[in-house]
Each structure stands twice: as C-alpha cells, then as structure tokens.
Antibody, heavy 122, light 112 residues
C-alpha cells in the first residue's frame, strides 16, 4: 500500500525557515518523480514544486521561486521542501504527491499524503 | 489566478446528476494536453478521480465520468451521494507557463 506521510509543519513566525518532510513507503520511491502541492485557507490547490526520480531535475512555481527548495533522499525514501523567508502568504496545508513517471514534466498525481499544516504568524 | 476556470460551486439533490466544467485555452487543454480530476475534502488527502481525460483509477465508482472537447473538459457525477460533497479540481499542463502542473480554480459540490 502506498503511503505518504508529511511532517514538519506548525506555527512559525514570518521570516523564519523550516523544512517539510514526506516519508514514502509501499512503492519504489527512487523510480518516481515527486511533488509538493499546497492549499491555503479558502483557496484552491496550488502546485509548488517537483523533482525527478534521481533529484537532478526540479521545477518550482514562480510564486515561491528563490525561497522554496525541493530535494529528496532516495536512500531514506524521503522528500523534502526547504522554505526560507516565510511569509503569512505561505500559510497552507502542504501535500506531497507521487507522480506516475520519473520525470517532472506533465502527468498526474496518483497518490497524495494527508498533508502538514504550516501556519505563519506576522 | 489559474488558467483553468471552473464554476465556484454546483449543487444537486441526492440521486441527481451534476457536471463541472473546466475551461482552458489553446495553450493547455486545446493544445491536446491531458486533463485529470481530483476530489478533495479540506484537511484530508486529495484523491485522483479521473486521469488522462476519461480514465477512472481502480476503486473510483463509475458514477464519476469525464470528457474533453476543444479547450474544455467536464466532470459528471451521476446518482449524487452525500459523500460526494467535496471540492473538485481539474489539472493539466500549460505550454505558455513553466509550470508542469496547473490546477483549475476548483468547484465545491454541495448535496442538497
């Protein structure tokens, strides 16, 4: 059974940094691209960042580029999202999701985690 | 603002049929890029409902169906049930952007 478990969220002051993690199990993690998607309160789903299977190719939304860095450790079956210079606009549930191939481009997301809530205070 | 536009809300009585539209342009749906649909209850894991325009993953009831034509796509729910009350999103790729994933604006389905 595919499982994705996010962690690392919480209440944090603006301007600080933190790293979200996503522990994966139940599939060959090293063979698939992985993705982060967020949903802010009263807003819709927003794609944040993606990384290919070997970690050498990434894509990041313009809205967070320069502050968000996606990475992965295939030996630990774990996906990460480093967030620097937090702002109140980053308050959201952050979900990790599994891609259906090994590349970043296109496709769809077949499994999602339950999400971790990040609340940024001013 | 997303390049894929959905109605903010749709509603229907139990057992009825509702449809959700996803309107794009010639740089996304109209360019032939696949459309996928997700169901999401806030605070829970989003769920893949339809992939590659018309395909249902294993376990998704056949009450859910989807189609694509021109620059638009649509999701239909027949025999509406109370557990269908959720937010629904279309997703595709837009060649005018550098984002590999573009989500629609989202539609809240309410079962009356």
């Amino acid at each position: 059974e595919v499982q994705l478990v996010e962690s690392g969220g919480g209440l944090i002051q603006s301007g600080r940094s933190l790293r979200l993690s996503c522990a994966a199990s139940g599939f060959a993690f090293e063979n698939y691209a992985m993705h982060w998607v967020r949903r802010a309160p009263e807003k819709g789903l927003e794609w944040v960042s993606s990384i290919n299977s070997n970690g050498f190719s990434v894509a990041t939304a313009h809205s967070v580029k320069g502050r968000f860095t996606i990475s992965r450790d295939n030996a630990k079956n774990t996906l990460y999202l480093q967030i620097n210079g937090l702002g109140v606009e980053d308050t959201a549930f952050y979900y990790c999701a599994k891609g259906t191939n090994d590349v970043v481009e296109a496709g769809f997301l077949d499994y999602w985690g339950q999400g971790t809530l990040l609340s940024v205070s001013s | 603002q997303s390049v894929l536009t959905q109605p903010p809300s749709v509603s229907g009585a139990p057992g009825r049929r509702v449809t959700i539209s996803c309107t794009g342009s010639n740089s996304n749906i109209g360019a032939g890029h696949d459309v996928h649909w997700y169901q999401h209850l806030p605070g829970t894991a989003p769920k893949l409902l339809i992939y590659s325009n018309t395909n249902r993953p294993s376990g998704v009831p056949d009450r859910f169906s989807a189609s694509k034509s021109g620059t638009s796509a649509s999701l239909a729910i027949t025999g509406l049930q109370t557990e269908d009350e959720a937010d629904y999103y279309c997703q595709s790729y837009d060649s005018s952007l550098t984002s590999p994933f573009v989500f629609g604006t989202g539609t809240r389905v309410t079962v009356l």
